[in-house]
């Protein structure tokens, strides 16, 4: 799987837009970029995954880049209760290893 | 409701001390593992299983044991529990091998 590169910490104001980037300029093809966040010691917690187009759920939105070199997690309206630990993670969809690989992530530090 | 159910969520336990922590999903999903997280280590894979009475090791299997003789239920089994099994301990679930995955709200293990 490609190796990302996120920043170690970001602020957001509540309510505003949270836009955290990622980078992975050497993912493959066939690799999909997946979002997860972890809220204090909590589970982690799915958010979005996509492959090239950009994507959108209920949660939040996934702006991949034409040449997939680098994406962006976009929470359209923070709440306080997004402050979380979010790892971007990129690997094969239909592989035959299935282990998720979580870098540091970005510590999200939304803020009233 | 999707969950995915470990038990117990903390424990403080001795040296040598056989343990079991239960992890039970009710999605009906093919693949579960297990994961420690470490400070300054992130999470890592220990063990996981693809279906019923398929299990393989992941990046951190010595001194555990897991076994899956129902589609719901992947027992983490510590033999002989040492203080470098202290951690956090993670159960995830998963539709498929590289789908999105569901995780447990943790396990606190202590071993003294």
């Known amino acids: 799987d490609a190796k990302t590169t996120q920043p170690t910490s970001m602020d957001c104001a509540e309510g505003r837009a949270a836009n955290l980037p990622c980078n992975h300029s050497?993912?493959?093809?066939?690799?999909?970029v997946y979002w997860y966040r972890q809220i204090h010691s909590q589970g982690p917690q799915y958010i979005i995954h996509?492959?090239?187009n950009n994507e959108t759920n209920e949660m939040a939105s996934l702006i991949i880049t034409e040449d997939r070199k680098s994406s962006t997690l976009i929470l359209p309206h923070a709440t306080l209760r997004d402050t979380a630990v979010y790892y971007c993670i990129v690997r094969v969809a239909g592989g035959s290893q299935g282990n998720l690989i979580f870098g540091k992530g970005t510590k999200l530090s939304v803020k009233p | 409701e999707a969950q995915v159910t470990q038990n117990p969520r903390y424990l403080i336990t001795v040296t040598g001390k056989k343990l079991t922590v239960t992890c039970s999903q009710n999605?009906?999903?093919?693949?579960m593992s297990w994961y420690r997280q470490d400070p300054g280590l992130g999470l890592r894979q220990i063990y996981y299983s693809m279906n019923v009475e398929v299990t393989d090791k992941g990046d951190v299997p010595e001194g555990y044991k897991v076994s899956r003789k129902e589609k719901r239920n992947f027992p983490l089994i510590l033999e002989s529990p040492s203080p470098n099994q202290t951690s956090l301990y993670f159960c995830a679930s998963s539709r498929g091998i590289n789908t999105e995955a569901f995780f447990g709200q943790g396990t606190r293990l202590t071993v003294v």
């Open positions: 050497t993912i493959s093809g066939n690799e999909y």
């Open positions: 999605m009906n999903h093919e693949y």
């Open positions: 996509g492959l090239k």
